[in-house]
């Protein structure tokens, strides 16, 4: 006689909402001299991603831990070096520390210090291969430390069922610990940034 099966169940809401969760938000920065258009651009991105985290937050639970790439402060320090850094993600995270979330610095300053110092000698054009490779190699290698200290800082504060929002660049190769759910964030108009960036790029080299 053939086993009768059981009754699926169905994962409640509270089941679903456990675990810690991870919202991650493509870092868009604001040029100093941007055009309208674009500006523009980078305005909507920054609302629509506001919007579409808090709709994430209703149905999940409120964001608890905020990070942000490039800030090794937290609480209050860490909030102007944003307000400093990046006028739209500024408004975001403004919004999220107002309602009780937590500013934690994700980045080692002495790390940072060091990528953005071999960031600066790739920027400028080196002529010798020899010294490129060199200053490359050492790019990559604070690069990977970076990535691994980013990894560990969120690992170490975000807490049981707590869901964090992550802004950082787009392209990076940061680990998150296997038991984090990351989810992605992407507004409509990054899309539009992305081909706007796109085309820009194609008429500079027309």
């Avoid at 629509?48 to 409120?62: P, R």
């Avoid at 998150?176 to 409509?188: E, G, L, R």
């Amino acid at each position: 006689m053939a086993k009768k099966l059981g009754k699926v169940k169905k994962p409640s809401v509270g089941e679903f909402r456990k675990g810690r969760k991870l919202f991650f938000v493509p870092l868009i920065f604001t040029p100093v001299k941007p055009e309208p258009d674009f500006l523009k651009l980078i305005k909507k991105y920054w609302e629509q991603a506001q919007e579409q985290v808090a709709n994430m937050e209703e149905k999940l639970a409120q964001v608890r831990k905020v990070y942000h790439e490039f800030i090794s402060s937290g609480g209050e320090k860490g909030a102007k070096a944003i307000e400093a850094l990046n006028a739209g993600s500024n408004q975001v995270v403004k919004s999220m520390l107002e309602r009780g979330a937590e500013l934690q610095p994700i980045e080692d300053g002495g790390l940072l210090a060091e990528f953005m110092d071999w960031s600066k000698c790739l920027a400028v054009g080196l002529s010798s291969q020899k010294v490129f490779s060199q200053v490359y190699q050492s790019y990559i290698e604070v690069q990977n430390k970076r990535n691994d200290q980013i990894a560990k800082r969120i690992d170490e504060t975000l807490k049981k069922d707590e869901i964090g929002l992550l802004l950082m660049r787009e392209g990076h190769k940061v680990q998150f610990p296997s038991d984090i759910q990351v989810f992605y964030v992407a507004p409509p108009s990054l899309d539009e940034i992305r081909r706007w960036l796109r085309e820009k790029e194609a008429q500079s080299q027309g």
